[in-house]
Nanobody, 129 residues
């Protein structure tokens, strides 16, 4: 699986941004795609994830109600729609993917970066207050 991330940029607090993660490979139907973020001086943290089918989605408490992870059925690009952005959302955002069953069975596994073998490059999101 290969992941190509894009999007990001500078936005004012309260604004919106959309990040994209283009996936390619032969086993996409079995993967779970996740978004993580890492702010300066902090550990990488889980933001959201979805099964490739879109049937299951998962969100960190900080993202619930403001962020949406989804994929158009005809596309191999997963996006993260971020609304009502806050200064605390400033970070480098990464998409990640893997096909391990534990990712759907365990929230702990799903939210742990080392559970994922495949990563896209980071996209910087800066929210000005």
């Amino acid at each position: 699986v290969q992941l190509q991330a894009s999007g990001g940029g500078l936005v004012q607090a309260g604004g919106s941004l959309r990040l994209f993660c283009a996936a390619s490979g032969r086993t996409l139907s079995r993967i779970l795609v996740a978004w993580f973020r890492q702010a300066p001086g902090k550990e990488r943290e889980f933001v959201a994830a979805m099964s490739w089918s879109g049937y299951s989605t998962y969100y960190a408490v900080s993202a619930k109600g403001r962020f949406t992870v989804a994929r158009d059925s005809a596309s191999t690009t997963v996006y993260l729609q971020m609304n009502n952005l806050k200064a605390d959302d400033t970070a480098v955002y990464y998409c990640a993917a893997d096909a391990a069953p534990s990712l759907t069975d365990s929230s702990r596994a799903r939210s742990t970066p080392r559970s994922y073998r495949y990563w896209g490059q980071g996209s910087l999101v800066t929210v000005s207050s």
